[in-house]
C-alpha cells in the first residue's frame, strides 16, 4: 500500500520517511501551526490478563501545516515576531517530562477500573487521562481514534510481579491512577476547586491474578480499588 502511494506521489518528490512510531498522544497549537507529538521509544513493563502495559521511552513533537499555512514572503517577515514566543512555548511545553510515571496500552483501557473493563464500557475515563485536551483535536478522525494509534496515558504509578503461593503461580499488578483535575504539589493545591474536584485525586487497584488462564475470564482475577484525595472543602495551607 506504501509502495502504490509513493509510486503515486513521485511527480510531487513521493513520500519521505520522517519518523519511527508507537503511537499518537495528540495534538497541540500555539501561536503557529499545529505540532503531531508521537511516542517514538517505548519499554514493556507487564501485563494484565495478556495485555502488555509501556512506558514512554521518548517522544517527539512535528510540525503539521496546511497548505493554507505554507510560509510565504509576507508571512515570514510577519512570523519572525512570533518565532521567539512559540520557542518560548515549544520549551514550556518540553519540560513536562512524559518519560517518568506515564503509562499507556494498546488493548487494555488503563484508565478504568478492572471491573469497568471486563464490563465492556466503550468510552475511557476522561478523569485520568493525561493526554485527553491533546487527543480531543484528533476526535472527529475515527480512523485514528477507533484504532491503536490514538493512545491514552494514565500519570501515576505501574508495577507488575510473579509469585508463588504453593506452587501455584498467582501475577500481582498495582496501578495508581492520577486525576488530571487539580493537580499540583502537596503545599499549592489543597482542598475543593469550584467544580467539585479534590487536589491529587488518586485511584490506586491491586489485582490479583490466577496465571493459569492468562486472559480476562470469570474467575481469574480479583481486584480491589480505593480512592484518596484532599479533603473535599475550601481551604489552603501555608507555605
Known sequence: ?????????????????????????????????????????????????????YGIGETIMIPVRGRDEQMTKKSLQRGM???????????????????????????????????????????????????????????????????????????????????????RLISVTLIARRSRHFAGTRYLKRGVNSRGHVANDVETEQIVADDVSGTLVPGGFTSYVQMRGSIPLFWSQDT
Open 1 to 53: 500500500m506504501m509502495n502504490m502511494v509513493d509510486s503515486g506521489n513521485k511527480a510531487t518528490g513521493g513520500i519521505t520517511k520522517t519518523v519511527h512510531s508507537y503511537g499518537i498522544l495528540g495534538c497541540i497549537r500555539f501561536l503557529e501551526g499545529y505540532y503531531i507529538v508521537l511516542v517514538t521509544k517505548r519499554r514493556k513493563l507487564g501485563n494484565i490478563g495478556g495485555h502488555f502495559v
Open 81 to 167: 515576531k512570533t518565532t521567539t514566543h512559540e520557542t518560548r512555548y515549544k520549551n514550556l511545553f518540553a519540560v513536562v517530562d512524559v518519560t517518568k510515571d506515564f503509562y499507556f496500552s494498546y488493548t487494555y483501557d488503563l484508565t478504568r477500573s478492572l471491573q469497568c473493563n471486563m464490563k465492556g464500557r466503550d468510552t475511557n475515563n476522561e478523569t485520568f487521562t493525561w493526554n485527553h485536551y491533546l487527543a480531543s483535536a484528533l476526535d472527529q478522525c475515527e480512523s485514528v481514534t477507533k484504532g491503536m494509534w490514538q493512545l491514552r496515558i494514565i500519570h501515576g504509578f505501574f508495577a507488575h510481579c510473579k509469585l508463588s503461593i504453593y506452587g
